[in-house]
């Protein structure tokens, strides 16, 4: 698998030069076709109260800074790819949730990955447009943390493996990023012994396998203790001043809240590092 195509979700100013950053970084290390990706509001019209009486120059206003917004983003996405000297492309779109992540599925679709901002602070209700490019798009989504300044070599890597079909999807579909880091750690937690395997041995055949692709594998079995799946994962992380996080992402059912902990949910919230998640 090779990242040849590499989709830049860019969904405002605020996180425009992280994610542009780190894109442009991965579209010249694999020599890929970048595309840059922003969204507006097909429609933004303000009303004069009482009557509701669209306010053309108040409508006037906003889309002169909708334009505004797109030129400005447009420019610092184009003229780093032009410094770099990558192939690229600008994509506006006007849709009506104007939610750059939602209008961004489609053109997902067709990408060998996506790169996309983790949501700040103070932003909550938009954490589900962000998951709709895992669950919605079929392909592994790179998130780029809010805290993020620079766009570093990933060196050390660590791999969330429960032995699902979700953990196996974002372990091979991060194989390029695997391949050129220095040291790979697969991690369990809370493994039990099944008819194909003992907890001793959980995560042993994807190392294996890993090898086989040049992958540097090591293997750390933990417990929980009581303590939530999620933070075993993020204090590992820590413990290790791991550059990458991988990890299948999981729907928000009640079932499977109750199997996996919400996992998904509070790394996307609490993301300590580069996080790429599979579906």
Not at 55 to 62: Q, R
Not at 108 to 132: K, T
Not at 137 to 161: D, H, Q
């Amino acid at each position: 698998m090779a990242y040849n195509t590499i989709l830049a979700v860019l969904r405002g100013e605020n996180d425009m030069e992280r994610v542009v950053k780190r894109a442009v970084s991965l579209s010249a290390q694999y020599e890929s076709h970048l595309i840059g990706l922003h969204a507006e509001p097909t429609v933004n019209i303000s009303y004069a109260a009482p009557l509701e009486i669209p306010d053309t120059t108040v409508l006037e206003t906003n889309q002169a800074v909708t334009r505004d917004r797109i030129e400005t983003i447009r420019d610092a996405f184009v003229s780093r790819c032009e410094a770099e000297g990558i192939s690229y492309e600008w994509r506006p779109i006007k849709s009506m949730s104007g939610d750059s992540a939602v209008s961004a599925v489609s053109s997902a679709r067709c990408s060998d990955l996506i790169v996309a901002q983790q949501e700040g602070p103070g932003n909550e209700d938009n954490y589900d447009d962000l998951e709709s490019l895992v669950f919605e798009s079929g392909r592994p989504v790179l998130f780029v943390p809010y805290i993020a300044t620079e766009a570093k070599p990933i060196k050390t890597a660590l791999i969330a493996w429960n032995d699902t079909r979700e953990a196996a999807r974002a372990a091979f579909d991060a194989m390029p990023l695997l391949k050129k880091a220095e040291t790979v750690e697969i991690l369990t937690v809370d493994a039990q012994d099944n008819v194909e395997q003992s907890a001793t041995t959980a995560g042993a055949e994807i190392a294996t396998a890993l090898t086989r692709h040049g992958v540097n594998v090591t293997l750390n079995s933990q417990t929980s203790a009581g303590i939530p799946v999620a933070a075993v994962i993020e204090n590992r992380v820590s413990d290790t001043q791991a550059d990458l996080l991988v990890m299948g992402a999981f729907s928000h059912s009640r079932l499977r809240e109750f199997l996996f902990g919400g996992v998904t949910d509070t790394v996307l919230k609490s993301m300590p590092c580069l996080t790429l998640m599979s579906r």
